[in-house]
């Protein structure tokens, strides 16, 4: 085929996966297998050429992401289900003044949302926040969305969130970088972000079955601090603060550890194969579920602990392993078929920086399919066969995918409706609220990055 033809059908084929998810909602791993076959037979590849490069694609992408995922998916439940994530967020609480409470669940939001859904930060915490709104006057339209707002943007850039983790991995990204870089480019958007709904003047109530027990306790808003907000209507976690910690954070040392001093260690010494070994992404998120295992105190030893907490973590792993694994099918039949050859040639005739095409189309996935997750994973597939082409570096791509996947969540998109209808917000709230706020932190992230490009760090 021409260049031409190879480079309609790859475009007809990305247009053939939004309108399948967004429109007709067919499910999203069965819409990528029908595009990747569909792609291949149009390239030429013939069917039993084209369903081997399926299998072929699928099967290396999870043997070098499967574990991860499912480690890191149950590492999220274990902190869900011991209390840890209540006590990060009751911590921050009280760390902050009254009129910085949106500050406050910006700062737990923020590091719940490094091994936790951001839907699941928000049925979990949502009464605390709605309490604190009642006690402070603060909207809902402000609180809500922040709390969204932090666990998102980590979950979009920051392993061991299942997007940014497979696109790491598919992309061949160290993860000890990928955890770095994401951080640098996600706290400024979460910053951002916070700032804007910080403004916010419109007031929402919050949903009266969140303060009815404040209510007929004779509660008055604007009244009382954060100490007794965060404690009002939930019970006190009973897990302490450096534990709920540790796990989040021993294996991101750990990785970021071995990445940057293995280069300098002596090769072959024991030393360095201890470091290489405890900073291998796989065994530090194994080893962060084990660590989280004394939050359950005496009760780590049930079964429900042992066995069905791990069974829990490996249903919510199961679609993103599906979707990497077709991911790394569709990245088969881009690089094997001469598609990344043609897409490079047109945006180098088209004078646009190549960077940018990896932040458009993470942004078209993520804002037409409402799926951070899957405009993460699905633009790092693409991608991944036309670095080369592109002469960029697959950190660089990596950054702008995740950044790009951050654009717009609006009322396409579970989270929008979990955080708009438990913040008692309307529609257009939530698309002012929401919807700005994570096209702000994509742009704001997006521009961090293309500076840290500028100046070399990147």
């Known amino acids: 085929m021409s260049d031409l033809s190879t480079l309609l059908a790859f475009l007809a084929a990305i247009i053939v996966l939004i309108l399948l998810i967004a429109r007709f909602k067919v499910h999203p791993v069965a819409t990528l297998f029908i595009v990747v076959v569909a792609l291949g037979l149009v390239l ?6 084209t369903i081997e490069l399926v299998k072929e694609g699928f099967g290396s992408t999870l043997a070098s992401v499967g574990l991860l995922v499912i480690f890191g998916c149950v590492l999220g439940k274990m902190l869900e289900l011991s209390g840890a994530a209540m006590k990060i967020t009751d911590t921050a609480l009280r760390m902050f003044a009254e009129k910085r409470v949106p500050w406050a669940i910006a ?22 926040v709605s309490a604190l709104a009642y006690r402070t006057g603060i909207s809902m339209m402000r609180l809500g969305p922040i709390l969204y707002l932090g666990a998102y943007v980590m979950t979009s850039v920051v392993p061991p969130g299942p997007g940014p983790l497979a696109s790491a991995s598919l992309l061949g990204v160290p ?21 804007y709904l910080s403004r916010i003047k419109t007031h929402v109530a919050p949903k009266p079955e969140f303060v009815e027990h404040l209510v007929n306790a004779g509660g008055s808003a604007g009244g009382g601090g954060s100490d007794a907000a965060a404690s009002e209507g939930t019970d006190t976690p009973r897990v302490g603060l450096f534990g709920s910690l540790v796990p989040i954070l021993a294996p991101i040392v750990l990785i970021v550890f071995a990445s940057l001093t293995a280069p300098v260690l002596p090769e072959g ?5 201890l470091v290489l070994f405890l900073g291998e992404p796989t065994l530090a ?6 660590l989280a295992l004394p939050l359950f105190r005496g009760r780590w030893r049930d079964k429900e602990t042992l066995n069905d907490l791990f069974e829990s973590g490996l249903r919510i792993a199961a679609m993103p392993l599906a979707l990497t694994g077709v991911g790394g099918a569709l990245a088969t039949i881009i690089r094997e078929t001469g598609v990344a050859e043609s897409v490079a040639g047109t945006i ?20 037409i399919t409402g799926s951070n997750i899957l405009g993460v994973m699905t633009s790092a597939a693409i991608m991944q066969p036309l670095i080369p082409s592109l002469d960029l570096s697959p950190l660089v791509v990596y950054l702008a995918c995740a950044t790009g996947a951050q654009i717009m969540k609006h009322a396409n998109s ?11 917000m309307t529609v257009g709230q939530g698309i002012r609220s929401i919807g700005i706020a994570s096209l702000i932190s994509g742009v704001t992230g997006f521009a961090v990055l293309y500076a840290m490009i500028a100046l070399g760090v990147v």
């Open 285 to 290: 998120l194994f080893l962060a579920c084990l």
């Open 175 to 195: 993860m000890g970088e990928a955890i770095l870089y994401g951080l640098m480019v996600g706290v400024p958007g979460v910053l951002a972000a916070t700032l």
């Open 44 to 49: 030429g590849m013939g069917g039993a050429a």
């Open 269 to 273: 010494s024991w030393i360095t194969g």
């Open 348 to 367: 180098e005739s088209t004078g646009l920086s190549p960077i940018i095409i990896p932040f458009l189309v993470a942004a078209a996935v993520c804002s």
């Open 414 to 424: 579970s989270g929008f409706w979990v955080t708009t209808t438990l913040s008692n």
């Open 107 to 128: 700062l737990a939001s923020t590091v719940l949302g490094i091994p936790l859904i951001a839907d699941t930060a928000v049925v979990m915490l949502i009464p605390i």
